[in-house]
Nanobody, 122 residues
């Protein structure tokens, strides 16, 4: 069974940085992409960033372009990991951040983590 586990959230002040990590553990699976989404209180979940697993192309929501960077690492123990480096954080970035993966053959993201809270104070 595949699990996506996020870490790295927390409480920071506006202008600070955080790095989120997402580790895919369990059975390895072929994936098209991995991404980050977020959901603020009272709002719908929204796309933040994604990375294509083949080629490494990255995509960002307009609201985070220039501030957030998504990257990936494949450690020697064959566990896939993706990061979200978040700089110049704003109070509007406050949300639960979810890691997601799109498996090969799936039409959309089909695997999700439990989420990690990011809170940015004034």
């Amino acid at each position: 069974q595949v699990q996506l586990v996020e870490s790295g959230g927390g409480l920071v002040q506006a202008g600070d940085s955080l790095r989120l990590s997402c580790t895919a553990s369990g059975r390895t699976f072929s994936k098209v992409a991995m991404g980050w989404f977020r959901q603020a209180p009272g709002k719908d979940r929204e796309f933040v960033a994604s990375i294509r697993w083949s080629g490494g192309s990255t995509y960002y929501a307009d609201s985070v372009k220039g501030r957030f960077t998504i990257s990936r690492a494949i450690p020697r123990n064959v566990v896939d990991r993706v990061y979200l480096q978040m700089n110049s954080l704003k109070p509007d970035d406050t949300a639960v951040y979810y890691c997601a993966a799109q498996s090969v053959g799936a039409n959309d993201y089909d695997r999700w983590g439990q989420g990690t809270q990011v809170t940015v104070s004034e």
